[in-house]
Nanobody, 122 residues
Framework: QVQLVESGGGLVQPEGSLSLSCAAS???????????MGWYRQAPGNQRELVAT???????NYADSVKGRFTISRDNAKNTVFLQMTSLKPEDTAVYYC?????????????WGQGTQVTVSS
């Protein structure tokens, strides 16, 4: 079983910056391979939406609302994905979830982290 653990959320003022990270780990003795990783977010009353994704080969895709402000990156050796957020706006306030397309010996499935709160407010 693969687990994703996010870190780095918090409270930041408008126009501020914040970085998120998400590390994948497996049960002892289990191997896994991660394809695409990404970040999604969900604000109160809204559906979960795509923020950014990155393939294993570092091809990226961003929601129009974050282009030019957010940067996604990953470290394949450490099974970790990062999200650097700059010029944050109040509308960026949401719970941010890490996602990974994971292949194990038994199956290939989407895995999700527990979420980390990002609040942009003065």
């Amino acid at each position: 079983q693969v687990q994703l653990v996010e870190s780095g959320g918090g409270l930041v003022q408008p126009e501020g910056s914040l970085s998120l990270s998400c590390a994948a780990s497996g049960s002892a003795g289990s191997g896994f391979f991660i394809y695409t990783m990404g970040w999604y977010r969900q604000a109160p009353g809204n559906q979960r939406e795509l923020v950014a994704t990155i393939t294993r080969g570092a091809s990226t895709n961003y929601a129009d609302s974050v282009k030019g402000r957010f940067t996604i990156s990953r470290d394949n050796a450490k099974n970790t994905v990062f999200l650097q957020m700059t010029s944050l706006k109040p509308e960026d306030t949401a719970v941010y979830y890490c996602n990974a397309d994971v292949l194990t010996s038994n199956s290939r499935r989407d895995c999700w982290g527990q979420g980390t709160q990002v609040t942009v407010s003065s």
